[in-house]
């Protein structure tokens, strides 16, 4: 990267927030920017993105930016939306981007409504899988057998012992036209998708998984080397679905155990705790290769039509 | 101006909001609010009304979306009911604290349990400390006169916050009545169209809805605070405004009927005020010296009035379709706190009447108004509230 990327100058999200350090979610959102220009209005529900860019006084947004609630952020934006439509300001475009706590939960039956009616809005997941904000509680997008403090591993738990809701597919069956996932640690594939999503109207979802130093225990500066071994090893599989197929995939180069993954942090570390956790890692396993086998996401196992990336 | 039609009261809204041009309605049913958003889909359908129309999956969306509308400098609009309004609840805060203006019709209707479709105050005065401006009216004529003032007064630079109109289901909603509308023109003069102070606007770019920690959250609460109280001014010139092209005079916060040297009042809300008027005429002709305070603005509520109203009064009976449990009705907790230590301030009962539904007719004032001078002579303090027509026959084993 160069320096020039780096300047505020040229950034519509800029330095002087209040993010952990090593958040995977700032420098999601900072690309996110990148990528969408400077004519949007951006829709944040309450989460850690609200908490850290918006202490009274201070902002690092760069573009209009409005928080409101928890669970209405699809609404809100859909309001935007209306009041643009009816104001006739065609060039000014709705960004929605929230946690998971908002939108595989509290927000769900708010952003299924504005799917389903298709307003013209780019909502993008930072999905860190666990309410962050409030120290790390359970969400449905928490993976199967992590700890989160309200579903801690323990002498009679493993933790989290569901799987982590489909979001993309349910998403997907709205009959969207376009819906992707992304990764922090690609930071170029990620703008590439915002920019793909924002050359189509109506609604429109990306999800990308965040990496979090502080809720997941990694040092801050592994944000990146984290967030690859989750694609690498399957367990986050990154793909574009248009209207309801799957387009494009990004390939695997090589693909690593799920252990090497688990093992980086904490929220895991239960399950290498003794050799019952064994089963465990097995389970894991077999949902990343049933993600790899789903998306074709090693070479040999990519479907003809689809456009493969590295 | 002479345009005078036979209309449902739903529809008398519907066609007050048409002409005042909302950028954006959201609506989801709920009764008896439903007419008046299936009334403006039909419009917003027939091209009689240029509006965005959303359609959500819930009422907290409803007021969401309306609430984004209003933060991108579109003026806008839903109604709602009951568990309606329940469910907006935590957005109307937000919305005040955040300075949003936009209309609510809040349709009154009871709170569940048990279920029931009938009218009382409870769901709307629940909302009595989110920062939205409350209004009640009588009849669905003032109900039209009070939504073309209701948008003038939320977007009003000083107040800017959302303002509810209040009125009772079926009993308005669903009930003709002969109503006199404005010409298009007479509206448009009365009512510009929406200049937000700030708005969403990329070339403009603000943030909205920031974090604010104990050095100043007190603050902003106190600015809603004081948007109400000093607002009370401006809402009744705006009220005087109106009245003025409409002609007809509805009062200001609230309308003070037969007051002047009256020893027992009672204050009254919504369409029950029609009955009372009616009551207080026929006691005055028996010689009883008998007023009504209709209290047309809940929220701020208007204490300066209502006190210089009641001025000499032995008594003042409240009447409440309101609880709140655990205590009384809410309007007499508002009034006896304004009252204490007031020299020579009159005595005031809570008496609620009207829940659920329960028809208040000639005679039940008239019983309110007798048990209110019984108590007026007696020393005793009037400390628990007094349950009109309570049926102790169907209470349940053990209830006193």
Same mark, same amino acid.
């Given at each position: 990267?160069?320096?020039?990327?780096?300047?505020?100058?040229?950034?519509?999200?800029?330095?002087?927030?209040?993010?952990?350090?090593?958040?995977?979610?700032?420098?999601?959102?900072?690309?996110?920017?990148?990528?969408?220009?400077?004519?949007?209005?951006?829709?944040?529900?309450?989460?850690?993105?609200?908490?850290?860019?918006?202490?009274?006084?201070?902002?690092?947004?760069?573009?209009?930016?409005?928080?409101?609630?928890?669970?209405?952020? @699809?609404?809100? &934006? %859909?309001?935007? $939306? +209306?009041? *643009? =439509?009816?104001?006739?300001?065609?060039?000014?475009?709705?960004?929605?981007?929230?946690?998971?706590?908002?939108?595989?939960?509290?927000?769900?039956?708010?952003?299924?409504?504005?799917?389903?009616?298709?307003?013209?809005?780019?909502?993008?997941?930072?999905?860190?899988?666990?309410?962050?904000?409030?120290?790390?509680?359970?969400?449905?997008?928490?993976?199967?057998?992590?700890?989160?403090?309200?579903?801690?591993?323990?002498?009679?738990?493993?933790?989290?012992?569901?799987?982590?809701?489909?979001?993309?597919?349910?998403?997907?069956?709205?009959?969207? @036209?376009?819906? &992707? %996932?992304?990764? $922090? +640690?690609? *930071? =170029?594939?990620?703008?590439?998708?915002?920019?793909?999503?924002?050359?189509?109207?109506?609604?429109?979802?990306?999800?990308?998984?965040?990496?979090?130093?502080?809720?997941?225990?990694?040092?801050?500066?592994?944000?990146?080397?984290?967030?690859?071994?989750?694609?690498?090893?399957?367990?986050?599989?990154?793909?574009?679905?248009?209207?309801?197929?799957?387009?494009?995939?990004?390939?695997?180069?090589?693909?690593?155990?799920?252990?090497?993954?688990?093992?980086?942090?904490?929220?895991?570390?239960?399950?290498?705790?003794?050799?019952?956790?064994?089963?465990?890692?097995?389970?894991?396993?077999?949902? +990343?290769?049933?993600?790899?086998?789903?998306?074709?996401?090693?070479?040999?196992?990519?479907?003809?039509?689809?456009?493969?990336?590295? | 101006?002479?345009?005078?039609?036979?209309?449902?009261?739903?529809?008398?809204?519907?066609?007050?909001?048409?002409?005042?041009?909302?950028?954006?309605?959201?609506?989801?049913?709920?009764?008896?609010?439903?007419?008046?958003?299936?009334?403006?889909?039909?419009?917003?359908?027939?091209?009689?009304?240029?509006?965005?129309?959303?359609?959500?999956?819930?009422?907290?969306?409803?007021?969401?979306?309306?609430?984004?509308?209003?933060?991108?400098?579109?003026?806008?609009?839903?109604?709602?009911?009951?568990?309606?309004?329940?469910?907006?609840?935590?957005?109307?805060?937000?919305?005040?604290?955040?300075?949003?203006?936009?209309?609510?019709?809040?349709?009154?209707?009871?709170?569940?349990?048990?279920?029931?479709?009938?009218?009382?105050?409870?769901?709307?005065?629940?909302?009595?400390?989110?920062?939205?401006?409350?209004?009640?009216?009588?009849?669905?004529?003032?109900?039209?006169?009070?939504?073309?003032?209701?948008?003038?007064?939320?977007?009003?630079?000083?107040?800017?916050?959302?303002?509810?109109?209040?009125?009772?289901?079926?009993?308005?909603?669903?009930?003709?009545?002969?109503?006199?509308?404005?010409?298009?023109?007479?509206?448009?003069?009365?009512?510009?169209?929406?200049?937000?102070?700030?708005?969403?606007?990329?070339?403009?770019?603000?943030?909205?809805?920031?974090?604010?920690?104990?050095?100043?959250?007190?603050?902003?609460?106190?600015?809603?605070?004081?948007?109400?109280?000093?607002?009370?001014?401006?809402?009744?010139?705006?009220?005087?405004?109106?009245?003025?092209?409409?002609?007809?005079?509805?009062?200001?916060?609230?309308?003070?009927?037969?007051?002047?040297?009256?020893?027992?009042?009672?204050?009254?809300?919504?369409?029950?005020?029609?009955?009372?008027?009616?009551?207080?005429?026929?006691?005055?002709?028996?010689?009883?010296?008998?007023?009504?305070?209709?209290?047309?603005?809940?929220?701020?509520?208007?204490?300066?009035?209502?006190?210089?109203?009641?001025?000499?009064?032995?008594?003042?009976?409240?009447?409440?379709?309101?609880?709140?449990?655990?205590?009384?009705?809410?309007?007499?907790?508002?009034?006896?706190?304004?009252?204490?230590?007031?020299?020579?301030?009159?005595?005031?009962?809570?008496?609620?009447?009207?829940?659920?539904?329960?028809?208040?007719?000639?005679?039940?004032?008239?019983?309110?108004?007798?048990?209110?001078?019984?108590?007026?002579?007696?020393?005793?303090?009037?400390?628990?509230?007094?349950?009109?027509?309570?049926?102790?026959?169907?209470?349940?084993?053990?209830?006193?």
């Amino acid at each position: 990267m160069s320096t020039q990327n780096l300047s505020n100058d040229q950034e519509l999200f800029v330095s002087g927030h209040r993010a952990c350090h090593g958040c995977g979610m700032s420098l999601a959102v900072r690309h996110i920017l990148k990528a969408t220009g400077k004519d949007v209005i951006v829709v944040t529900p309450t989460g850690c993105l609200e908490t850290f860019t918006s202490p009274y006084g201070y902002s690092p947004w760069r573009v209009p930016w409005i928080h409101h609630l928890f669970e209405n952020g @699809p609404a809100i &934006a %859909t309001g935007v $939306v +209306a009041a *643009l =439509k009816a104001q006739k300001r065609e060039s000014e475009r709705v960004v929605a981007i929230g946690g998971d706590g908002s939108t595989f939960d509290i927000g769900f039956g708010s952003l299924s409504g504005m799917l389903e009616r298709g307003d013209d809005v780019l909502y993008i997941c930072v999905d860190n899988g666990a309410y962050m904000n409030t120290g790390g509680q359970r969400s449905s997008a928490s993976p199967i057998y992590s700890s989160t403090t309200t579903d801690p591993a323990g002498k009679r738990s493993l933790g989290k012992l569901q799987k982590k809701k489909d979001l993309p597919t349910i998403i997907a069956a709205h009959g969207v @036209p376009y819906v &992707a %996932t992304a990764s $922090v +640690a690609y *930071l =170029k594939d990620l703008q590439k998708k915002v920019k793909k999503a924002m050359g189509y109207h109506g609604a429109r979802y990306i999800q990308i998984d965040s990496t979090c130093p502080s809720v997941w225990g990694f040092p801050s500066d592994q944000t990146l080397e984290v967030a690859r071994r989750g694609v690498q090893s399957g367990m986050v599989p990154l793909f574009e679905m248009e209207d309801g197929e799957v387009t494009k995939v990004r390939k695997i180069k090589k693909k690593i155990p799920v252990e090497e993954y688990l093992k980086t942090q904490k929220r895991f570390k239960h399950i290498f705790s003794d050799a019952d956790g064994r089963e465990e890692i097995q389970t894991i396993q077999a949902l +990343a290769d049933s993600n790899i086998e789903r998306y074709g996401l090693l070479k040999k196992t990519a479907p003809q039509d689809a456009e493969v990336q590295d | 101006m002479n345009n005078t039609s036979v209309m449902e009261g739903s529809e008398a809204v519907a066609v007050a909001v048409k002409a005042c041009r909302p950028h954006v309605i959201s609506a989801y049913p709920i009764s008896p609010q439903t007419h008046i958003v299936e009334s403006l889909a039909r419009m917003v359908a027939g091209g009689e009304l240029d509006s965005q129309y959303v359609r959500v999956e819930s009422e907290f969306s409803a007021a969401s979306v309306i609430s984004g509308a209003s933060a991108a400098g579109s003026r806008s609009y839903t109604a709602s009911s009951s568990q309606g309004l329940l469910l907006m609840t935590e957005v109307f805060y937000a919305s005040a604290g955040m300075r949003l203006p936009f209309v609510i019709t809040g349709v009154n209707r009871q709170i569940s349990a048990p279920i029931s479709i009938q009218v009382d105050h409870q769901d709307t005065m629940s909302l009595r400390d989110s920062g939205v401006i409350q209004f009640y009216v009588e009849s669905s004529q003032e109900a039209y006169d009070t939504h073309m003032a209701a948008f003038k007064i939320a977007e009003d630079p000083g107040i800017l916050l959302p303002v509810m109109v209040c009125m009772d289901g079926w009993i308005l909603t669903h009930s003709y009545e002969r109503i006199t509308l404005l010409e298009q023109d007479e509206v448009d003069g009365f009512l510009p169209p929406f200049q937000p102070v700030n708005s969403l606007d990329v070339n403009d770019p603000k943030s909205w809805g920031s974090y604010a920690e104990e050095d100043m959250l007190m603050e902003f609460k106190y600015a809603v605070h004081q948007a109400m109280q000093s607002g009370k001014k401006r809402m009744k010139e705006i009220f005087t405004e109106l009245a003025q092209i409409t002609g007809r005079d509805h009062g200001g916060l609230i309308e003070a009927y037969r007051t002047e040297d009256a020893e027992f009042i009672l204050v009254a809300m919504g369409s029950v005020t029609g009955t009372v008027k009616e009551a207080v005429d026929e006691l005055r002709s028996e010689g009883k010296a008998l007023g009504l305070i209709k209290l047309r603005c809940y929220r701020p509520f208007p204490h300066e009035d209502i006190l210089n109203a009641i001025k000499g009064a032995r008594a003042v009976g409240v009447m409440e379709a309101n609880f709140s449990m655990g205590s009384e009705g809410a309007v007499s907790m508002d009034l006896k706190a304004k009252l204490c230590g007031q020299k020579d301030a009159p005595l005031v009962v809570s008496f609620i009447a009207g829940l659920g539904g329960r028809e208040i007719n000639i005679n039940t004032v008239r019983n309110i108004v007798e048990e209110l001078e019984g108590v007026a002579g007696s020393d005793v303090p009037q400390l628990e509230p007094r349950w009109v027509g309570l049926n102790t026959d169907i209470l349940p084993k053990g209830v006193e």
